[in-house]
């Protein structure tokens, strides 16, 4: 199954999915020189059930994973059937080794993570194609998604304007496949420059480290892009402001689902960072780009 065939599956197991106004008041302004346009994704570009990649609380966790196991045909009668709360300790356990190898923010594979828990069941190694589905029917069980009021129109205008675009995103292999999932285009055909997509399971790292946006920032600085001529927008206080601001960029909160909107006010990281923008619509962004 190609990327274009896992697409399909997110498309079919997505249905729509509407922001939850969370009562701020937008804060806008004009924003000149801006050169580039860095985006995070869940709770940003997309309506995200569980605020986020990878933070689902749900209580049937473990009906959602017979339901993927059984969409993927791997539960059959009398077999072991691996437990969901294993996932979140075995997310937890590469962690913690990790951060005693001194990564402060690690982020797993979750493929890695599948694979193992497959195995630690007592199943037979299952073809990679085949755990890729199941991340998937799973991941869409309990994090739902939908793209996000005016996205479709913020790129379009983005690109049209010759605004550069990137990504940075704590993410998993599915991530990239939202966009032809939900838009029926593939982020490049939107316009995000691939150089400027950084994907937090790539790197093993997790946001709010500054090392993801460094990495766009480094391709930029060779492209004569200062950091303050790029806007990052969004929606957490601590994984996506306070990193970009702290390396020059300017911000914009986007406050424009309850779900997801992290202020993070007992966040002594985040007490003296203030946002360029606080946005509760993503079509708001257009008017303060001069």
């Not at 509407?18 to 004009?30: C, D, V």
């Not at 570009?45 to 609380?57: C, E, I």
């Not at 059937?81 to 594979?109: C, F, N, S, W």
């Not at 190694?125 to 869409?140: C, F, G, H």
Request: charge should be negative.
């Amino acid at each position: 199954m190609n990327d274009s065939d896992l697409a399909k599956r997110l498309r079919k197991l997505s249905v729509p999915l509407h922001p939850i106004a969370t009562g701020k008041e937008a804060r806008l302004e004009k924003i000149p020189d801006i050169r580039c346009v860095l985006f995070d994704v869940y709770g940003t570009l997309v309506v995200s059930g569980s605020g986020d990649v990878g933070t689902a609380g749900v209580a049937d966790q473990q009906d959602a994973l017979e339901e993927s196991m059984s969409a993927c045909g791997l539960a059959p009668p009398g077999d072991p059937m691996p437990q969901a709360d294993r996932i979140t300790q075995m997310i937890k356990e590469r962690h913690a080794k990790a951060k005693a190898k001194g990564l402060d923010y690690p982020e797993v594979e979750i493929m890695e993570i599948w694979e193992a828990l497959l195995l630690e069941a007592g199943r037979a190694p299952v073809p990679r194609e085949t755990v890729k589905e199941l991340a998937i029917e799973y991941e869409s069980r309990i994090n739902p998604v939908w793209p996000m009021p005016g996205l479709e129109e913020v790129l379009t205008v983005l690109h049209a304007r010759n605004i550069l675009m990137g990504i940075v995103s704590n993410a998993q292999f599915y991530t990239p496949l939202l966009f032809p999932a939900l838009t029926e285009r593939t982020y490049m055909e939107w316009g995000f420059k691939e150089e400027l997509c950084v994907w937090s399971y790539k790197h093993g790292e997790g946001k709010p480290s500054k090392n993801l946006f460094r990495v766009a920032l480094t391709v930029l600085d060779e492209w004569g892009v200062q950091p303050d001529q790029v806007l990052y927008v969004g929606n957490d206080m601590r994984n996506d402001i306070w990193p970009a601001s702290a390396l020059g960029c300017r911000t914009a909160l986007f406050a424009g689902d309850k779900r997801s909107l992290r202020l993070r006010e007992e966040d002594p990281d985040v007490k003296a960072v203030e946002p360029s923008l606080l946005l509760t619509e993503l079509d708001q962004l257009l008017e303060c780009l001069a």
